[in-house]
C-alpha cells in the first residue's frame, strides 16, 4: 500500500523525466515499476469481467499502459488525487483496446444489466449531484451530457466544454469530482457503482473516447 504522499513523490520523480529519456532513466523506471505493483489489482479486477473480448495478458498490457497515460495527463495543480485519477485511465485503455479489436459482443443479461445501471445512475445524479447549488448541477450536467443522459447521445469532454464554456481539463476536473460523489452515495446506500464509462463506452463506443 502506497500513501497519497509517496504516490506524489513517485509521479514527480518520473514526471522530471522527459518521454524519451525514460527507458533509461533508472530512478523513473524504478517509480513506475511501484505504481504498476501498487495498482495491480486494480488493472486485473478491470481486466476479469473483459476476459473473452481480449485476452488477459493484453488487458492487462493495456491496463499498465492506461497507466503510464494516467501519468502523463496528471496535474496535481487541478486539485484531484491520482488515485481518482488512474483508475479512469486503466479502465478507459483497457475498453479502448477492446474496441479496437472489433470482439465487442454483450450477451442478453449484459444488456439487460446496462439498462438497469444506467436507470440507477440517473436517479443516483437526482438524489446527490442536483441541488440548489449551482457547482453540484454543474457537476450533475456534465455527467449527464457525458453518457449520454440527456439525448442518448454521449459527449466527448471537448463538447461538453463547448457547450458549458469550460476547457477540456476544467470539464474533466468536474467530471471526477461528480464520480467521487456518486461513488460515495452508493457506498452510503449498500449499492455497488457499475463504472458509467464501461456501460456507455460497450454499447456506444465511437461516442465517448474523447
Known sequence: MI??????RLLEIIQSVSKKDRPNH????QAFGTLIAHYQEIIFN????LQGQLSLVDLIQAGKSGLLIAINKF??????QFSDHAPYWIRRRMLQAVIQSGTIT???????????????????????L???????NRRAIIIRLRLGLVDNYPRSLEEVGQILGFTKEKVYQQQVEALRILRQWFRQKGMVFDDPWEITLLSRPAKILG
Do not use: W, Y
Not at 478491470?46 to 469481467?49: G, V
Not at 496535474?75 to 484531484?80: A, I, K
Not at 454483450?106 to 446527490?128: C, E, F, Y
Not at 442536483?130 to 453540484?136: A, H, Q
Open 3 to 8: 500513501l497519497p504522499q509517496e504516490q506524489c
Open 26 to 29: 533508472l530512478p523513473a523506471q
Open 46 to 49: 478491470f481486466a476479469q469481467p
Open 75 to 80: 496535474d496535481p495543480s487541478l486539485g484531484t
Open 106 to 128: 454483450l450477451p442478453v443479461h449484459m444488456t439487460d444489466r446496462m439498462k438497469q445501471s444506467r436507470q440507477t445512475l440517473k436517479m443516483a445524479i437526482a438524489n446527490s
Open 130 to 136: 442536483s441541488s440548489p447549488d449551482k457547482i453540484k
